[in-house]
């Protein structure tokens, strides 16, 4: 088992800039792609990011490509990401997500809380 915790959410105007954290428990986060999700209030919860285990594959949703950078440190178990550019509509609940596979194949088996960001125009 896995547990995910959030951090690094708040308020920030637009055109301005985030890092999300997420600490995993145990000592198998090193070998799990990981995943950043996000869900706005009355919608799905979609896409943002992936990262693979050893951070050497990413892959991004289009509406945040450019704009998003996900990254790794295996060594103190945390998944990041950078958020730069904020549009009020990337406003959201952000969780994060690891698969119990080394590289990505969108089949996430453990979810953190999630943490809110709110972006102001």
């Known amino acids: 088992q896995v547990q995910l915790v959030e951090s690094g959410g708040g308020l920030v105007q637009a055109g301005g800039s985030l890092r999300l954290s997420c600490t995993a428990s145990?000592?198998?986060?090193?070998?799990?792609?990981m995943g950043w999700f996000r869900q706005a209030p009355g919608k799905e919860r979609e896409f943002v990011a992936a990262?693979?285990?050893?951070?050497?594959?990413?892959y991004y949703a289009d509406s945040v490509k450019g704009r998003f950078t996900i990254s790794r440190d295996n060594a103190n178990n945390t998944v990041y990401l950078q958020m730069n550019s904020l549009k009020p509509e990337d406003t959201a609940v952000y969780s994060c997500?690891?698969?119990?596979?080394?590289?990505?194949?969108?089949?996430?088996?453990?979810w953190g809380q999630g943490t809110q960001v709110t972006v102001s125009s």
């Open positions: 997500a690891a698969e119990r596979r080394r590289t990505i194949s969108y089949n996430f088996d453990f």
């Open positions: 145990g000592r198998t986060f090193v070998t799990y792609a």
């Open positions: 990262i693979s285990y050893s951070g050497g594959t990413t």
